[in-house]
């Protein structure tokens, strides 16, 4: 057998398969009752009504043909329970965790575009190349506090104040109720009295 042969038949095989698949048998109907119950394609479907994820995807990964798209959305009770996820997934937070972190990964590009604009003022761009790089950052966001201070005054007689706080300097705020506070005042935070 010549090449010439070889490829003529490779092409029957070829459209005998295309054929095979366009004629292929769409999945049954799907069992309603068991995805009302199932976690996973409910919480898909949530996420599907609140833009999280496409129909496409929510179709393909279940291998849905349109006819049972179609009976799905008209079952009262799958609405209802896909419903009642949504209300649960707003009350936990994780339907605006999900959002928002669709717009954070969305960010890094926004920011690039700022910072490689030359038409863009300079100091946007340094706070978008500061953004970029507190992303980059797959650290710790912040330290713990571990550092502390202890100060202790003996006034003689027995009076004697301890005030214990974070090395961290105070705000202007804090600093100037501690200074206009009269020193055994109770109730300042961090101030014992012996």
Not at 60 to 69: D, G, I, R
């Amino acid at each position: 057998m010549n090449a010439q042969d070889e490829i003529e038949r490779l092409r029957e095989e070829v459209a005998e398969l295309r054929k095979a698949l366009g004629e292929r048998q769409q999945l049954s109907t799907p069992n309603l009752p068991a995805l009302r119950d199932n976690f996973e394609f409910v919480t898909d479907c949530a996420r599907f009504s609140e833009n999280l994820i496409s129909e496409q995807a929510v179709r393909k990964k279940y291998h849905f043909s349109e006819e049972a798209w179609e009976r799905l959305g008209q079952d009262d009770a799958l609405v209802t329970a896909i419903e009642a996820e949504k209300v649960r997934r707003i009350r936990s937070g994780a339907a605006k965790r999900e959002k928002a972190q669709l717009h954070v990964v969305a960010a890094p590009d926004v920011l690039s575009g700022i910072l490689m604009d030359p038409k863009a003022n300079a100091k946007h761009r340094i706070d978008s190349a500061k953004a970029l790089d507190d992303l980059a950052d797959n650290g710790p966001q912040a330290a713990a506090e571990q550092d502390r201070v202890i100060v202790t005054i003996n006034l003689g007689g027995g009076d004697v104040f301890r005030y214990a706080g974070s090395a961290k300097p105070l705000s202007p705020d804090d600093a100037k109720k501690l200074i206009e506070c009269e020193p055994r005042a109770r109730g300042v935070p961090g101030f014992e009295v012996d």
